[in-house]
Each structure stands twice: as C-alpha cells, then as structure tokens.
C-alpha cells in the first residue's frame, strides 16, 4: 500500500512551454526508470497552465529516501539540472510529503 505522496510543483517558462513540457516528461521518465518508483507529471487544465506537478507515492519514508538515493547518486540525473536552466523557472520548485489518511 502506498501510504506517503510526494509532490514538486514548479513553474515553466511561458514561452517555453512545449519545450519545456517535453523536457519534464524526460525528467519523469528518468526518475522512474533509476529508482524504481513511478513518477508522473500533471498539469492543470484551468488556472495557470504554467504550473505542472511531478508526482510519486511511496509506501514509506524509508522507501521515499532510498528513490531520492538512488537519484542523487545517478550521473545523468544530476546533469538534468542544466539542461533545466531556461526552461523552469528559477526558485519556483517547492514540495510536500502528504499522507494518505483514507
């Protein structure tokens, strides 16, 4: 059962939307593929359509910090991080841990 929902919410360029809307499907598709854990993205479909959401839920802390291990020790994750400069806005990424209650 997954029990601990973790979400970054962040902000895109505007007029880099698409680009930069690729370039975060690539980032959820990495981060699945080195931790093991399903990561999507979602975006809104009213408000502001430059806010997306990556999205992941895990069974435990303990399983929340062994994805972000895994992540942080993998080369080609860390070098997302410049091919992000343009593209997200700066100092926009923030997120929660939730739980599940029901």
């Known amino acids: 059962m997954r029990t601990a929902g973790v979400y970054w919410n962040f902000r895109v360029e505007s007029p880099k939307q698409m680009e930069a809307t690729a370039f975060c499907l690539e980032v ?6 080195i931790s ?4 999507g993205l979602v975006r809104p479909l009213t408000g ?12 435990s802390m303990e ?3 062994q994805s972000n291990v895994k992540l942080s020790e993998n080369e ?4 997302l991080y410049e091919k992000s ?3 997200i806005v700066p100092g926009s990424l923030h997120y929660a841990i939730r739980q599940k209650v029901m």
Do not use: H, Q, Y
């Open 85 to 87: 400069v343009g593209l």
């Open 63 to 65: 399983d929340l910090n």
């Open 28 to 33: 959820a598709e990495m981060a699945t593929s």
């Open 48 to 59: 502001d359509i430059s806010e997306l959401f990556f999205v992941s839920n895990f069974a």
């Open 36 to 39: 093991g854990d399903e990561v």
């Open 76 to 79: 080609d994750w860390l070098a």
